[in-house]
């Protein structure tokens, strides 16, 4: 589905006695609400474009998240918050796992 996946940048490995590797950070767009705006847009994901790269610069992790908007199907109030929210629980899950 188009309307809803994540996008991981992956901090690079830092040199011994380097400062990092630091968290992740999460972003989420924008979107103003409609379909036009979004990771993929001709706008530079709604704006975002140079966030996860000045993360990942600096030791970060980045991932962006995409969700419906009102004119997909099931976008709106709550769909757009459950996107958000579900995704947020699925990379709490995935860092549990890969810490365990």
Known sequence: DRSRFVRLHAAPEIAQGGDGPHGTA???HGGYWKNKF???DPYGNAGTASLAPFF???GFSAVELE???RDHEGGGWPGTNEDIVEALRQLGDLHAKATA
């Open 67 to 69: 969700y419906r908007r």
């Open 26 to 28: 999460v972003i989420i």
């Open 38 to 40: 979004g990771l993929d």
């Open 56 to 58: 990942v610069q600096h």
